[in-house]
């Protein structure tokens, strides 16, 4: 577990040393850290797509993004119910 932990930090501080967008850096860092304030990962991919490609004006759509399970199957497989057999359950 210690070796998850240690990549996950050299990953954030590699970042602050290659991403000079400073709004960027801090938007990714409050999405390690959880912040309330930090832009959703789609987001944050578009932003850092357009740094990549360096393209300001770039059209592509990140709410486009496919992700999986999708957001209706995630609430399903890892809700608590309320009622019925598995109610309180924490999956």
Same mark, same amino acid.
């Given at each position: +577990? *210690? !070796?998850?932990y240690?990549?996950?930090? $050299? +990953?954030?501080?590699?970042?602050s040393?290659?991403? /000079?967008?400073?709004?960027?850096?801090? %938007? *990714? +860092?409050?999405l390690? =850290?959880?912040?309330? =304030? &930090?832009?959703? *990962? $789609?987001?944050?991919?578009? /932003?850092?797509? /357009?740094?990549?490609? !360096?393209?300001? #004006?770039? /059209?592509? %759509?990140?709410?486009? *993004?496919?992700?999986?399970?999708? #957001?209706t @199957?995630? !609430? @399903?497989?890892?809700?608590?119910?309320?009622?019925?057999? $598995? &109610?309180? &359950?924490?999956?």
């Open positions: +577990m *210690i !070796e998850h240690s990549q996950l930090t $050299r +990953m954030s501080l590699e970042l040393l290659w991403i /000079k967008d400073v709004d960027l850096l801090n %938007d *990714i +860092m409050g390690f =850290s959880h912040s309330n =304030s &930090a832009s959703d *990962i $789609r987001t944050l991919v578009g /932003k850092v797509r /357009k740094l990549i490609l !360096e393209d300001q #004006y770039d /059209k592509f %759509d990140p709410n486009n *993004i496919v992700t999986w399970p999708s #957001y @199957m995630n !609430e @399903m497989l890892f809700s608590t119910p309320t009622t019925g057999p $598995r &109610a309180g &359950a924490i999956i």
